[in-house]
């Protein structure tokens, strides 16, 4: 199902005052534009693509939904894109440092392609850099419009969301699910410590339950009353998380983060923050 929502204070003119912030995985593309002055969202679009993780087939239909959209032939301000890819993983930052390597080292734990750009980003507050990769014909898709691009994933979205979690919400331990289309991350903290960031592969919700029932109580954690913070793809009527409470204590969560008023009332009382919160996220 396509999501298209625009604001009326929205004006292509004053495109180079706005943040264009994408979103891409091989399952669906998804934009916003947020307005610095007034510190709203102004526009939300979802497409939904459905190709069976064929690279070649993908680039054609984003170039297709590209070339309808007028706003992809307008400057920015700042553009951001996010890569949603389950291709990533932490490593020690000092380890970082050895650029030599660390394609190889991804390689070892997910299937790289040769044609694949390789991406870090060193998170100083954790101690970590986060590792993943991005088809070149998606960079240089972007790049060849917009000139200068912003390239994240959705581990260095989360995580920095983790570290804001931990310092507001002043607790020590906490779950965090991210559901894509077809996978989904988990990340855990344990005594204010980085215990679990990883991503697994889904068909049915019922494995989206396993996992994540067996990664806390591989840590110890089935039987408290842990805050698991709940954001991406939510089943009608919250089966999702509706199915995780029939198995373990927690407290469902849908806001990961606030939202302040002034951002767009009326945007997330059509489509609720969870439901794009790393494509919000990435603006602040």
Do not use: W
């Not at 004053?14 to 399952?27: A, P, R």
């Not at 064929?54 to 007028?70: A, S």
């Not at 592969?201 to 709940?230: C, F, H, M, R």
């Not at 919250?238 to 951002?263: A, S």
């Amino acid at each position: 199902m396509e999501i298209a929502y625009t604001s009326k204070l929205f004006s292509l003119r004053h495109s180079s005052e706005y943040k264009l912030s994408i979103q891409v995985s091989l399952n669906g593309f998804s934009f916003c534009v947020y307005d610095f002055k007034r510190e709203s969202f102004l526009l939300l679009k979802y497409f939904p693509i459905d190709v069976d993780n064929n690279l070649e087939y993908f680039i054609k239909e984003l170039e297709g939904i590209i070339k309808k959209e007028e706003l992809f032939s307008h400057k920015f301000k700042q553009v951001n894109l996010i890569y949603s890819t389950p291709n990533s993983t932490i490593i020690p930052e000092e380890l970082s440092k050895k650029t030599e390597g660390l394609k190889d080292f991804l390689g070892f734990q997910h299937a790289i392609d040769e044609f694949d750009e390789l991406h870090q980003v060193i998170l100083s507050q954790n101690n970590i850099s986060v590792l993943f990769s991005i088809p070149s014909a998606i960079t240089n898709l972007f790049v060849n419009i917009f000139g200068e691009v912003n390239f994240t994933n959705q581990y260095t979205l989360l995580l920095n969301l983790a570290q804001e979690i931990l310092e507001k919400e002043n607790i020590s331990e906490f779950c965090l699910i991210n559901k894509n289309e077809v996978f989904f991350d988990i990340i855990i903290f344990k005594d204010k410590k980085l215990e679990l960031c990883n991503s697994f592969n889904y068909i049915t919700q019922n494995d989206l339950v396993y996992y994540s029932i067996s990664a806390l109580k591989n840590l110890g954690l089935a039987e408290t009353d842990i805050p698991v913070y709940y954001s991406g793809i939510l089943r009608e009527k919250g089966q999702d998380t509706q199915m995780l409470n029939k198995f373990i204590q927690v407290f469902i969560k849908n806001e990961p983060y606030q939202i302040k008023p002034n951002y767009n009332i009326e945007l997330f009382d059509k489509y609720p923050p969870y439901y794009f919160t790393l494509l919000y996220f990435v603006n602040f």
